[in-house]
């Protein structure tokens, strides 16, 4: 982990959401985490146990149930304090590409013009030169999360949570963009905190990999992932990256079992 106070530390922060039938749902049980100033760190787990309830937590969305979440050293974590990208893209399709991009520096009181001048100024390296007037439903799965992405990059926050970004794209696609991210990240220097179901993406990707277990999620492994930088593809068939996807694997099946 980077030098300093962690950016983000979240001490025995649980979660149970009250139904409206008299059950309540234990979502989260007592996580605790950190992320490094400028560390990209993932999130692995089964699906259903409470990695995108995690996010939205740290988000501001939603408070805790109990324990304690910390950015910046601080317990005031309102909305706006991080820069996050939900599960779904959650494009406006009436709006074009640009005016998507800069949405959320407006909602956040920011200068639109201002907004729109480093959008336009970042669009070559999203890979969406050329695109700024195209509505959502014309453009790529690929373009679209990239499109969403660069949404968030533009709240220049010190932390970004990512949900799934690459989720839903084909396989190509899919290494493409993660060493595009890779590439933003190392330019960006924000910490990363990465949802995704890929064990071999959260080794490629990160600094650390947390495992989660099944609902209740509590963490199960926080894993150290001693891969130089940068990263190139061919570390993927090497046995230290075998060796770490095995210890990956083995914490996710043991809460199976
Ligand atoms: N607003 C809510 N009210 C009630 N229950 C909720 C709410 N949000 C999430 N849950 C429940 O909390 C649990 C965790 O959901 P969450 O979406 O965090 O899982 P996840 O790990 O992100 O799953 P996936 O990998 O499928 O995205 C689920 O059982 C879900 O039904
Ligand atoms: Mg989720």
Request: charged share 25%; glycine share 4%; no cysteine.
């Given at each position: 982990m980077g030098v300093g106070p962690p950016v983000l530390r979240l001490s025995g922060v649980s979660k149970t959401y009250a139904s409206n039938g008299g059950h309540s749902l234990r979502a989260l049980r007592e996580v605790s985490m950190e992320v490094g100033r400028g560390e990209f760190v993932s999130l692995v787990g089964p699906s259903g146990c409470g990695k995108s309830t995690l996010l939205g937590l740290i988000a501001g969305l939603e408070a805790p149930t109990d324990g304690a979440i910390e950015i910046a050293a601080e317990t005031d974590v309102s909305p706006g304090r991080v820069a996050y990208m939900p599960q779904r893209d959650l494009l406006l399709p009436w709006r074009s590409l640009l005016d998507n991009a800069t949405l959320g520096a407006e909602v956040g009181g920011g200068d639109r013009a201002v907004a729109r001048k480093r959008a336009q100024s970042l669009l070559p390296s999203f890979g969406l030169e050329g695109f700024a007037d195209a509505l959502p439903h014309t453009l790529s799965g690929g373009m679209r999360q990239r499109a969403a992405l660069l949404r968030t990059v533009l709240l220049e926050r010190e932390i970004l949570l990512l949900d799934e970004p690459f989720g839903a794209l084909d396989a190509l696609t899919r290494a493409a963009l993660q060493e595009w991210l890779l590439d933003v990240w190392e330019r960006l220097k924000a910490a990363v905190l990465f949802v995704t179901h890929d064990v071999e993406e959260?080794?490629?990707?990160?600094?650390?990999?947390?495992?989660?277990s099944r609902r209740p999620g509590s963490i199960q492994l926080d894993?150290?992932?001693?891969?130089?930088?940068?990263?190139?593809?061919?570390?993927?068939?090497?046995?230290?990256?075998?060796?770490?996807?095995?210890?990956?694997?083995?914490?996710?099946?043991a809460d199976t079992a």
């Open positions: 959260a080794l490629w990707l990160s600094d650390r990999v947390y495992v989660m894993l150290a992932v001693d891969l130089p930088r940068p990263r190139t593809r061919d570390m993927r068939g090497t046995a230290g990256f075998a060796a770490l996807k095995q210890r990956l694997l083995d914490a996710l099946l």
